[in-house]
């Protein structure tokens, strides 16, 4: 059982995995359930959902950006993840509303983490620290072989480019976080039918909305 901190109101659902394991359309099709529930909902992601976030995205993305030293790399993702929970993430969750992110801090331990190799344990003191150790009710894992994601784009991005031996330690440390607190993690396979995929994420938050409100404008 993690010891971070759980909003008290609004529901806070996460989705983490590797390139191109369908997180962004999985996070499309929670909301339109949501919506069509009754429920508000706030979909975000990171890096790039606010404007601090938006220069934060194109300088760690951007190939033109080249080279950055491995901690600064954290730093300005992390730099991002502060201003998204100051400033989207936990207003939305004060309002009752259920927040749904395409990636949070455990894309951070896994990428800059992992697959960097540097002390995961002091890249996790500093994600925490910038999000208020603020935790998700639920993380949704989408796990998906590297080749068989990183095959779906024609052109990459600083991240997607590096080697599969860097998004095989992604992979890895995604499914070790998720392993090591079951209660708030749910691992699917991504190669499953997106209907089939869909559903059983819909099964697993239905019990957590009793903390969030229906008809309120997110």
């Given amino acids: 059982m993690s010891t971070g901190v759980y909003a008290p109101t609004g529901v806070f659902v996460c989705f983490e995995g590797g390139e191109g394991s ?4 999985q996070s499309r ?3 339109d359930w949501l919506e069509a529930e009754g429920y508000a909902v706030v979909l975000t992601f990171e890096p790039g959902d606010t404007e601090v976030g938006r220069e ?3 300088i760690v993305l951007s190939p033109e950006t080249g080279e950055l030293a491995d901690r600064t790399e954290v730093l ?5 993840k502060a201003e ?3 400033t989207v993430v936990q207003p939305a969750l004060d309002r009752g509303a259920v927040v749904v992110t395409d990636r949070y801090v455990d894309s951070t331990l896994a990428y800059q983490g992992a697959g960097r190799s540097l002390d995961v344990r002091e890249v996790e003191q500093v994600a925490r620290w910038a999000t208020h150790d603020l935790r998700p009710h639920l993380t949704v894992v989408l796990d998906l072989e590297p080749e068989r994601g990183l095959g779906r784009f024609a052109e990459r991005d600083r991240i997607e ?3 599969v031996e860097f998004h095989e330690r992604v992979r890895a440390a995604f499914l070790e976080m998720a392993g090591a607190d079951p209660d708030h993690y ?3 396979d991504a190669r499953l039918p997106v209907e089939e995929i869909a559903a059983e994420i819909r099964a697993e938050v239905t019990p957590l909305l009793e903390r969030a409100v229906r008809g309120v404008q997110a």
């Fill in 56 to 58: 934060m995205r194109r």
């Fill in 22 to 25: 369908g997180k962004s359309t």
């Fill in 161 to 163: 480019a590096e080697s």
């Fill in 84 to 86: 998204h929970v100051e």
């Fill in 186 to 188: 749910l691992v699917l």
């Fill in 29 to 31: 099709l929670l909301r």
């Fill in 76 to 80: 300005l993702y992390a730099a991002d």
